[in-house]
């Protein structure tokens, strides 16, 4: 019996070394940020989640950086890609709320995309659906330039200040918040009537400055265009 026990060990590692993979482990650093955040991903530590030596890993991935490039090119890839048969306003709406709704299951994702040097074979494919949507509507390369700028920003600014201002408001607590209100009342009543009156809602923003986006892209492609 002993024995027996002590060859279970070793045949479960071998089965899960034989099932490793590039994309397995990929998604189990993805795993990790997204449970305990990305500044605690290490190689070690990855090892650890799939039940392998650290040094497993460097057979699919040469690197840490490699890994970190590996895993925005991953969320790139779990965003909805533009269709060809819907119309291209609709068509483009639909992924950027796609990407803004993965990116902020992935909170750690959004900064991180946007301080890596390196596009993953994920992040140009869908860039060159989106540009090929814009081109199919009459855009300009130049205008498909600017339109696309136009949109990543909105989708990768926006995510990362509500993102910001989310941990923002969980450092405070109800006491502090009621009397930093109290303090706006007095010095700023523009900004406290704002903050009383109006409705506060990330996604409804969201959707409401791509709308605007999108009406002044067509805008702008039909002033060219006449």
């Not at 709704?101 to 890596?116: F, I």
């Not at 993953?120 to 130049?142: C, D, K, L, N």
Request: glycine share 4%; net charge neutral.
């Amino acid at each position: 019996m002993p024995k027996r026990l002590s060859n279970s060990k070793p045949a479960a590692n071998l089965e899960v070394r034989e099932n490793l993979s590039r994309k397995r482990i990929v998604k189990a650093a993805v795993a990790i940020a997204d449970r305990d955040g990305i500044d605690s991903l290490s190689m070690r530590k990855l090892g650890l989640e799939l039940d392998v030596k650290a040094m497993s890993l460097y057979n699919y991935i040469a690197n840490k950086e490699e890994l970190l490039d590996a895993m925005c090119d991953f969320i790139v890839s779990l965003f909805e890609k533009p269709k060809k048969n819907v119309e291209w306003k609709e068509s483009v709406r639909r992924s950027s709320l796609s990407a803004h709704k993965v990116l902020w299951k992935h909170p750690w994702a959004c900064s991180l995309s946007m301080s890596r040097p390196n596009i993953g074979s994920e992040s140009i494919v869908y860039a060159e659906t989106m540009m090929g949507v814009f081109r199919r509507a009459g855009f300009s390369p130049q205008l498909t330039h600017h339109a696309m700028h136009a949109i990543d920003n909105h989708v990768y600014g926006s995510t990362l200040q509500e993102i910001g201002f989310k941990d923002g408001l969980q450092s405070f607590g109800p006491e502090i918040a009621a009397i930093y209100m109290q303090q706006m009342v007095d010095k700023f009543p523009y900004a406290s009537e704002i903050i009383r009156e109006a409705t506060h809602d990330h996604q409804i923003e969201f959707e409401f400055v791509l709308d605007l986006l999108l009406d002044g892209l067509e805008r702008k492609r039909d002033s060219f265009q006449n």
